[in-house]
């Protein structure tokens, strides 16, 4: 049983990461307190592309909660290389120590495993506007509307890298799509 309809978010995402989220979702209201709880449905609102919803849980949790996530998902990520979502986890873990490097690294990881999960492709392009590589991250952009045109919040960021570059009608058109796209949902 899936709470998110397939056609409630104006992009494609896959049956089992909805699955996940509802199962997420489901324990998260047994034990919201619980670090590694919160943690896995931001992560499964990060990778189906509700990204607000993924960053207001992770403000839930502590900084000092990064450790255990890099350990737990670098082991996990030694245990089975095909699993894309143990790199996309253990990223966001040091995106919180600041190690965006490293970070970057792990989604393109994640990217090199499945091609198609836009949402590494996303944050490598916010972690690249955080850095102040605006056209990095306009790059990083495009790779992943490519792959999804539809991508709410990767519109978003590329326009606020045209805003950054002062390229305003360029970042109207973004915000613009970005609105249509709400609207569908």
């Known amino acids: 049983m899936v709470s998110i309809s397939l056609s409630a978010l104006p992009y494609h995402v896959d049956v089992d990461i909805l699955e996940e989220v509802t199962l997420n979702k489901q324990r998260y209201e047994v034990n919201p307190s619980s670090n590694e709880v919160v943690f896995d449905l931001a992560m499964s609102y990060a990778y189906s592309g509700q990204i607000l919803k993924g960053w207001n849980l992770l403000k839930k949790i502590p900084k000092s909660y990064a450790p255990t996530v890099i350990a737990t998902y670098e082991r996990l990520m030694t245990e089975d290389q095909t699993e894309w979502r143990y790199p996309f986890k253990c990223a966001f873990g040091y995106f919180f120590i600041d190690k965006k490097h490293h970070a970057i690294s792990l989604f393109e990881t994640v990217i090199s495993i499945n091609p198609k999960q836009v949402w590494a492709y996303g944050f490598i392009a916010l972690i690249y506007g955080e850095m102040g590589d605006v056209e990095k991250a306009i790059e990083w952009c495009h790779k992943g509307l490519a792959i999804e045109p539809n991508a709410t919040?990767?519109?978003?960021?590329?326009?606020?890298?045209?805003?950054?570059?002062?390229k305003y009608l360029l970042a109207l058109k973004q915000l613009l799509k970005v609105g249509r796209l709400q609207g569908k949902n």
């Open 153 to 166: 919040a990767i519109h978003f960021l590329l326009g606020e890298g045209y805003r950054k570059q002062k």
